[in-house]
């Protein structure tokens, strides 16, 4: 757990969390009852990259065991774990992955 908790906090983002979640994570696509609940994740962690906390592009609804086990891993890492160690998950981490804020942060 990363203190994504308080994100919660404010009513903005409490409403962007139910526009942008349903009943299943979009990682491991169980119902997130059975994992933990919900919980709102950096794509890109916070740790490194502060500036993006606040960015929407940069978050997204994931069940709470999805998060604990991305922990403060980099997007690229997180892609490689997931490929090493959950194939059939792959394809769901990489259509979700940060394309602008990747190409941002290359200029
Ligand atoms: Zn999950």
């Not at 999805?66 to 997180?78: D, V």
């Not at 997931?82 to 200029?107: D, G, T």
């Amino acid at each position: 757990m990363n203190g994504d908790g308080e994100c919660g906090t404010t009513e903005e983002s409490r409403e962007w969390v139910k526009d942008h979640s349903d009943w299943h994570c979009p990682i491991c696509d169980e119902h997130f009852s059975q994992r933990g609940g919900k919980s709102i994740d950096h794509k890109l962690p916070r740790s490194q990259y502060p500036w993006l906390s606040m960015d929407f592009k940069n978050l997204w609804v994931i069940c709470l065991a999805c998060n604990q086990e991305k922990g403060e891993m980099h997007w690229y890492e997180y892609e490689q774990y997931i490929f090493m160690n959950y194939p059939n998950l792959y394809l769901n981490v990489r259509s979700a992955r940060p394309k602008q804020l990747l190409e941002a942060l290359k200029n």
